[in-house]
């Protein structure tokens, strides 16, 4: 364990970690051996503890035979990579370091939500071909339930 007052910090891309005291303190700071995002273990425990106590809330957001309002998937990574991008022109002119690499961070969050909403459109191409939708409350078109 560190100094009394001593902050703990573990790199989410390369795992290496960094002690410090007396600096300005920052919950995410920029890992000096690869530029990565360092973040405060004691909030990284928070958010785990947090996201735990979410998971538990099981709250269903995709649309499906269980949840007719839910959303498509498509629908809600394209609402996503939009809500990320409105983040991104909030701080793009920040050149602060912090603010850079959440930038970067954000861009690459960006295509990896696009990549993943061509996945799910070419998937929704695939099942057309089958047959035409019938909505969450028809019959699907595979799987063990398909009519």
């Known amino acids: 364990m560190g100094q009394p007052g001593s902050i703990k910090y573990e ?3 390369c795992k290496s970690t960094r002690s410090t005291t007396g600096e300005k303190y920052g919950e995410v700071i920029v890992c000096a051996v690869c530029n990565g995002a360092m973040v405060d273990l ?6 785990k503890a ?3 106590t979410k998971s538990k809330d099981n709250k269903t957001i995709l649309m499906s035979s ?3 309002d839910g959303w498509k998937l498509e629908e809600l ?5 939009y ?3 409105h983040k991104i022109n909030k ?3 920040d050149p602060s370091p912090q603010a ?3 930038v970067r961070n954000n861009l690459s969050i960006i295509e990896h939500l696009g990549a993943a909403a061509v996945l799910q459109r070419s998937s929704g191409i695939v099942l057309d071909a089958l047959r035409a939708n019938e909505g969450p409350a028809g019959k699907p078109r595979i799987g063990r339930d398909k009519g």
Not at 42 to 47: C, L, N, P, R
Request: glycine share 0%; aromatic share 4%; net charge negative.
């Open 100 to 102: 850079q690499l959440v």
């Open 50 to 52: 947090a996201a735990e």
């Open 42 to 47: 004691s909030k990284i425990a928070e958010y």
């Open 91 to 93: 701080i793009i002119d």
């Open 83 to 85: 809500e990320v991008a």
């Open 11 to 13: 790199c989410l891309k």
């Open 77 to 81: 990574l394209d609402q996503v990579e």
């Open 66 to 68: 269980e949840n007719h």
